[in-house]
């Protein structure tokens, strides 16, 4: 399998995989945001606004991919960064949701589910940020 830029060569199959790569990872980041908030017993939160705060992903692997563009280490510390911040974002946005809909207040539960969530970020970030076609790595 071939990645989708290598020097000189560009194949439009792999940018088709690439493609619904981001959707499959856009869609997995929307669901575990969605069902946090059901568990949690919030499902007050329009499904708009979680795609929107999912799709937040895409900026911070298009820095770390510039950034590699510039200089190739950059991206490894881009990677990192754009991934802390995307954790905290989406923990401070869902805790906010949690506090203003949820009437029931349970901490241990929901600092659980806000660790998942901040958590889950590393892998994503890992796995979108990889550009070859093979979907495991």
């Known amino acids: 399998m071939h990645a989708v830029f290598v020097v000189g060569r560009f194949s439009p199959e792999a940018l088709n995989w690439l493609f619904i790569k981001g959707l ?4 997995m980041q929307t669901a575990l945001l969605k069902v946090t908030l059901l ?5 007050e939160a329009p499904l708009l606004d979680i795609i929107a705060n999912a799709g937040y992903t ?3 692997l298009c820095l770390a ?4 563009m510039i200089w190739s280490y950059s991206y490894y510390f ?20 949690l506090f203003a809909e949820v009437r029931s207040y349970d901490s241990s539960k929901h600092h659980y589910l806000l660790l998942l969530i ?5 892998p994503l970030f890992t796995w979108l940020g990889n550009i070859t076609v093979n979907w495991l790595i």
Request: charged content about 10%.
């Open 24 to 27: 499959v990872g856009w869609f």
């Open 58 to 60: 895409f900026a911070g």
């Open 65 to 68: 991919v510039c950034g590699r």
């Open 118 to 122: 901040a958590l889950a970020q590393f």
């Open 39 to 43: 568990s949690l017993g919030s499902g």
């Open 78 to 97: 881009l990677m990192l960064w754009t991934c802390l911040c995307m954790a905290v974002y989406l923990v401070k946005t869902m805790k906010r949701v």
